[in-house]
Every structure is written in structure tokens, then in C-alpha cells.
């Protein structure tokens, strides 16, 4: 079976442009979530989404967004992008439905670097 | 405090020997509890998940769980060069569809 897939790898983008991360999960896995990485904060969770609808979200600006397709695919939006933003974004997904036992599998990430 | 706590690093081993990680975490009704492993330059790779109380042994690997304690580790026996990575512990709270993650523990096997 196919891991998670993130597109694209490798992104380096401007101060105040705006970016569009995606994420296919594990087929059959209809959760997926986000975190942000950095080395000063480490794994931070973004949100998670579940049948095109967030169900937690993270502490983070609202620059940060997020959205499910039908077919569980997820993609993230940055907008106004800061210096601090530079991060390796990662997706994981997950086929638990409820709260509890919650293991996730993550896609190889995006590396995003902002100048 | 933070929600999940880990034994601060850098953790060096001769190969060969056990290498001892630990966690605590804040949340008392957490549920579940894994450990991802992180080589320089990937992703997280989930290495072993526990649920309840005890051992759970997946090959050279075991994780402990003490719930009242709020306590979890795991311990890698015969450690090899290939061990040499970042462990990260996560936690799922009682309510929460997210997962919760120390700062990690970096282990260094040497030959």
C-alpha cells in the first residue's frame, strides 16, 4: 500500500506571497493531519481534518489554513508569508475515526523556505 | 509545563548496548502513547504504539507504560549504528484528534 504523499518537496517563496501545500493520504484513511517543524519548536500540530471537516485546530495565526476534498486528499494554505514561517511541513494521516488510539503516518513533508 | 516531556539528549551508546528513552506527559486521561523515530532529514516513522499499562515488545524494541505515573519509555536493545536517529514521543489527550509531541531524544550509536 502507497505511504503518504506530499507535493510538492521542496518550495522557496517570498516574504508576503502566499503558498498551497497538498497532501494525499493512505488510501483508505480518511483523517489527515498537519504539524509544522521547526528546530527551535519542534512538531507542532496545525489541524485535522476528517469527511471535509476540521475537527481540531492547532495554535496558530489564521494565515494558516486548511481544507479535505471528497476523496480525503487535504491541502494547506499559507498566506502573507513570514521569515518564521520557513519550516518542514508534514502531513499524517490516519484511519481512526474517533478521539483516542490515534496513530498517524506521516508523508516525507515539505520543505519550505522563505526568503 | 509542557504536554509531553522527554529525556534531554544528546544519548550516546556503544553498539551493542541498551538505550533508555524516556517521556512523561501532562495529561492524565491520554490514551494512547507512540514512538516515532526520525532520521536527519525525513519524516517521523512510527515505531512502536501502546495503549495500555506494561510492556510491549516489537522485536529489539519495548515500550513501558505507567499510566499513574504518566510515564511511558522505550528501550532499545543490542543498539546498532542504524539506531542512530531522533525518538520522538506523542501523545493523543483523552479528547483530542492530534497528537502531542516531546521535543525528542537524539541517540548516537558508535561501532
Known amino acids: 500500500k502507497a505511504g503518504v504523499t506530499q507535493t510538492p518537496r521542496y518550495l522557496i517563496k517570498t516574504r508576503g506571497q502566499q503558498v498551497t501545500l497538498s497532501c494525499s493520504p493512505i488510501s483508505g484513511h480518511r483523517s489527515v493531519s498537519w504539524y509544522q517543524q521547526t528546530p527551535g519548536q519542534g512538531l507542532q500540530f496545525l489541524f485535522e481534518y476528517f469527511s471535509e471537516t476540521q475537527r481540531n485546530k492547532g495554535n496558530f495565526p489564521g494565515r494558516f489554513s486548511g481544507r479535505q476534498f471528497s476523496n480525503s486528499r487535504s491541502e494547506m494554505n499559507v498566506s502573507t508569508l513570514e521569515l518564521g514561517d520557513s519550516a518542514l511541513y508534514l502531513c499524517?494521516?490516519?484511519?481512526?475515526?474517533?478521539?483516542?488510539?490515534?496513530?498517524?503516518?506521516f508523508g516525507p513533508g515539505t520543505r519550505l523556505t522563505v526568503t | 509545563q509542557k504536554e509531553v516531556e522527554q529525556n534531554s539528549g544528546p544519548l550516546s551508546v556503544p553498539e551493542g548496548a541498551i538505550a533508555s528513552l524516556n517521556c512523561t506527559y501532562s495529561d492524565r486521561g491520554s490514551q494512547s502513547f507512540f514512538w516515532y523515530r526520525q532520521y536527519s532529514g525525513k519524516s517521523p516513522e512510527l515505531i512502536m504504539f501502546i495503549y495500555s499499562n506494561g510492556d510491549k515488545e516489537d522485536g529489539r524494541f519495548t515500550a513501558q507504560l505507567n499510566k499513574a505515573s504518566q510515564y511511558v519509555s522505550l528501550l532499545i536493545r543490542d543498539s546498532q549504528p542504524s539506531d542512530s536517529a531522533t525518538y520522538l514521543c506523542a501523545v493523543n489527550g483523552a479528547n483530542d484528534y492530534k497528537l502531542s509531541f516531546g521535543a525528542g531524544t537524539t541517540v548516537t550509536v558508535r561501532a
Open positions: 499524517a494521516s490516519s484511519s481512526r475515526t474517533g478521539v483516542g488510539y490515534y496513530e498517524q503516518y
